[in-house]
């Protein structure tokens, strides 16, 4: 199954991300969440970063990152993405100014890596 899903559209690891995200207690899995909305994120759907950069910011499944948080935000944000916007400035109020100096750095590179090639 996994190497089905890897090989399907980034919507549909995105709901596999979904499933372990949001499922009942004795199904949520977080850690699978994270891997599932990565592989997404790193197609370059936009859904996906900003699911991704709120994990980061709660540390559901990954180490508390506000940086990266911020970053994944930023790359869905501009993406047009308003939901990403809004968690983007919230996870703003917990970052220096060289950290956020330092997000844009690494939003930068994800969205030349992790974008542009599916445009």
């Known amino acids: 199954m996994v190497q089905f899903v890897e090989d399907r559209s980034c919507e549909t690891q995105f ?3 979904e499933m372990f ?3 009942d207690d004795k199904a949520r899995d977080y850690e699978q969440a994270v891997k599932w909305y990565t592989h997404a994120a790193k197609r370059g759907y936009r859904r996906a970063q900003h699911r991704l950069g709120t994990m980061y910011a709660k540390g559901l499944g990954v180490g508390k990152n506000f940086v990266k948080a911020y970053a994944w935000c930023k790359v869905s944000a501009d993406q047009h993405s308003r939901f990403a ?3 983007m400035k919230k996870i703003e109020a917990y970052l220096k100014p060289a950290e956020i100096a330092q ?3 690494l939003a930068s590179q994800y969205y ?3 974008v542009i090639p599916f445009k």
């Open 112 to 114: 030349e890596i992790y």
């Open 21 to 23: 995200h949001h499922s």
């Open 15 to 17: 709901q596999l991300g």
């Open 103 to 105: 997000a844009n750095r």
């Open 85 to 87: 916007l809004r968690k």
